[in-house]
């Protein structure tokens, strides 16, 4: 049973490149989320998606983009990378019973470590 | 906005302390709550979480934690530490808003346990 996983492990860009950060899961979340973490920050909510063609913004979601096509993936995309978003960028997902009701933990990816140059 | 507060950043143990870090968060609603562990290298795992009920609940490798409703408070706690409780640990909290949930985690506390 894989769960969560991303790709890749580690990515350096430059300035101004473009990139897609990759997220899939095979345990039928409806629920997917992707997380920066920083130091002496935790993790912060970057966007989030409660089911197939529903995406919905987090806590620092500027110079990010995200789209649900599938139950299985959610992308993270960066269009014009900047040296700000060098992190560790994780996705995890959650089975949700209702919409309004997510008691579930997460299920963590083991993490994109970008830089940004 | 709600918001979650861990008290302290960095904590040193020796081997057999015992533990406690600090979680306070701020939302007035219904809310769950959750502590993480990040050991060297790896992602995050669940410690233990907490929706209704026994306010005492323990997770795994004999940690606890105690939800004070009155102080907006989840400590979490383990009598007797042991070297490979080395690891960053994460309180989050979720709350029910707009009818979707957003998990917001604290800073972390990163512990160090010395043999």
């Known amino acids: 049973n894989a769960g969560v996983t991303q790709t890749p492990k580690f990515q350096v860009l430059k300035t101004g490149q473009s990139m897609t950060l990759q997220c899939a899961q095979d345990m039928n979340h409806e629920y997917m989320s992707w997380y920066r973490q920083d130091p002496g920050m935790g993790l912060r909510l970057i966007h989030y998606?409660?089911?197939?063609?529903?995406?919905d913004q987090g806590e620092v979601p500027n110079g990010y983009n995200v789209s649900r096509s599938t139950t299985e993936d959610f992308p993270l995309r960066l269009l014009s990378a900047a040296p700000s978003q060098t992190s560790v960028y994780f996705c995890?997902?959650?089975?949700?019973?209702?919409?309004?009701?997510?008691?579930?933990?997460?299920?963590f990816g083991n993490g994109t470590r970008l830089t940004v140059t | 906005a709600q918001s979650v507060s861990q008290h302290n950043h960095h904590v040193i143990l020796s081997e057999a302390a015992s533990l406690e870090l600090g979680c306070n968060y701020s939302y007035g609603g219904t809310v769950n709550l959750f502590w993480y562990v990040q050991y060297p290298g790896q992602h995050l795992q669940l410690l233990l979480k907490y929706f209704s009920g026994d306010p005492l609940v323990k997770g795994i490798k004999g940690f606890e934690a105690e939800f004070i409703k009155s102080k907006f408070s989840f400590n979490l706690r383990k009598p007797s530490v042991q070297w490979s409780d080395t690891a960053e640990y994460f309180c989050a909290v979720n709350a029910r808003s707009g009818g979707y949930n957003k998990l917001i985690f604290g800073a972390g506390t990163r512990l160090a346990v010395h043999p």
């Open positions: 998606s409660v089911g197939a063609g529903i995406t």
């Open positions: 995890a997902s959650t089975r949700a019973t209702e919409q309004s009701s997510y008691n579930s933990p997460l299920h």
